[in-house]
């Protein structure tokens, strides 16, 4: 077995004395895993780092064995992202988030939003701004997206401020106003043709932390039942 793909560095552990076990998210195969020959050396190290895109090629007897990589740098980033403070969470952060994706299985719009979003690290507004939609995409990708373009309770397309934590779904001004302390607010920079410089807002919670926080489960059944959920949920604003 063997093919040759462009790759993006997520991650590098020591195997044995002088090799290393390499975490690459590729374009057309996916996260994929590979031993590389000489990567924990003092040649290889720089190259391996996490952010780097490399060309490699992937050779295994059989397509469920490990397999071993011969990489070749193309564009390396990391000694750009790890000299600033916001960019080394960034390359961190995005490395987790990617590691939710199924090993071998591709994503190529997700690989090309990864390899732009960390192109775009140099402002840390900017780059703020980029890590929430990168963090959408996977929410998407993973099943788990979030409908910010019409409004969940009208279907209305202008005003949206709101989303519902219970479907995931916007919601205009109007149809929340009586429910503001319980929805959480969707940032201007996240709304078409609003937002201060850099795109960014002043609203304390992007709707992908809320998700995250509560397991990636828009609809957990436990948060639901409890009484104090039952309190204080919004209406389900469009859920079925």
């Known amino acids: 077995m063997e093919w040759t793909d462009e790759g993006i560095v997520l991650g590098v552990r020591r195997h044995g004395e002088s090799s290393a076990i390499v975490e690459l998210l590729t374009r057309s195969h996916g996260r994929h895993l590979g031993l590389v020959r000489g990567g924990a050396g003092r040649r290889m190290r720089p190259l391996l780092q996490p952010g780097n895109s490399v060309t490699t090629v992937w050779r295994a007897r059989l397509d469920e064995h490990l397999g071993y990589y011969v990489v070749e740098g193309t564009r390396l980033r990391a000694a750009t992202l790890l000299a600033s403070a916001h960019a080394t969470y960034g390359i961190t952060h995005l490395a987790s988030l990617v590691r939710l994706l199924p090993e071998r299985d591709p994503h190529e719009d997700i690989y090309e939003m990864f390899e732009r979003t960390l192109d775009d690290f140099d402002e840390a507004g900017e780059a703020a701004a980029h890590l929430i939609r990168f963090e959408l995409a996977m929410l998407a990708e ?86 104090a959920a039952r309190d204080t949920a919004p209406p389900d604003f469009g859920e079925t």
């Not at 309770?153 to 106003?177: C, F, M, N, Q, W």
């Not at 959480?184 to 919670?205: I, K, V, Y």
Request: charged share 20%; hydrophobic share 30%; net charge positive.
């Open 142 to 227: 993973l099943g788990f997206g979030l409908d910010l373009e019409n409004c969940a309770a009208t279907g209305a397309t202008s005003d949206l401020i709101y989303v519902s934590p219970k479907s995931g779904g916007a919601v205009s001004r109007a149809a929340g106003e009586p429910y503001r302390d319980r929805l959480l607010r969707l940032p201007a920079f996240l709304r078409e043709g609003e937002g201060g410089a850099n795109g960014w807002s002043d609203q304390p919670l992007a709707p992908s932390s809320f998700w995250r926080r509560n397991g990636g489960n828009l609809n957990s059944r436990s948060r639901q039942g409890s009484p």
